[in-house]
């Protein structure tokens, strides 16, 4: 009698782990679908600079127009991982942002690693998690901005694991002259 009760116990936790399976599939297939959403719903292509787009839109509550620029990238080695880089100047132009939405899933206290032409260049802390991934978000300098105008290549790294980081490369073309462009 004890046996069939620890049994039971096991299909009930394995019947839980698989549910939680199923439910971290289902959240990341609509990540996936978000991201191409979520740069439509980012407002309208003002324009296109090399491999960046400027949006605008007026988020509610604002008084004005808010424009970003913006790229979207996928993992080489998983096609299935998306990342999103926004590029902005607050409403009051006091300060720029770099907001980097990345997968759910990833290992928070590790933060997102950035690499400019293979230098790396630092880690940033994630700020919250929303339905469609997780913001990382830096308030950019002038340095920063400068090594961004002069790099060919970023490389973005979330982390699954401590040991396990998974690159997206991003292209820079455009960024600097897209950024010029931000109202």
């Not at 926004?86 to 132009?93: G, R």
């Not at 950019?140 to 060919?152: H, N, P, T």
Request: hydrophobic share 45%; aromatic share 6%; proline share 4%.
């Amino acid at each position: 009698m004890g046996r069939s009760k620890h049994q039971a116990g096991y299909r009930l936790e394995l019947a839980r782990w698989l549910g939680g399976l199923f439910a971290v599939a289902f959240l990341f297939t609509a990540f996936l679908l978000s991201l191409t959403q979520a740069a439509s719903a980012q407002g309208a292509v003002r324009s296109v600079h090399g491999d960046w787009q400027i949006r605008c839109d007026t988020p509610p509550g604002a008084q004005g127009e808010q424009c970003a620029l913006i790229q979207s990238v996928v993992a080489e080695d998983r096609s299935n991982a998306g990342l999103t880089v926004i590029v902005l100047k607050t409403a009051d132009q006091k300060s720029k942002l770099m907001r980097v939405v990345a997968p759910l899933g990833v290992l928070l206290p590790s933060g997102l690693g950035l690499k400019l032409d293979n230098q790396d260049v630092g880690r940033a802390g994630f700020v919250r998690c929303l339905p469609n991934g997780c913001v990382a978000e830096v308030v950019m300098d002038e340095k920063l901005l400068g090594q961004l105008r002069s790099a060919k290549t970023a490389t973005f790294i979330i982390f699954e694991t401590p040991e396990e980081g998974i690159g997206f490369p991003l292209s820079l073309n455009g960024l600097g002259e897209g950024y010029d462009k931000l109202p």
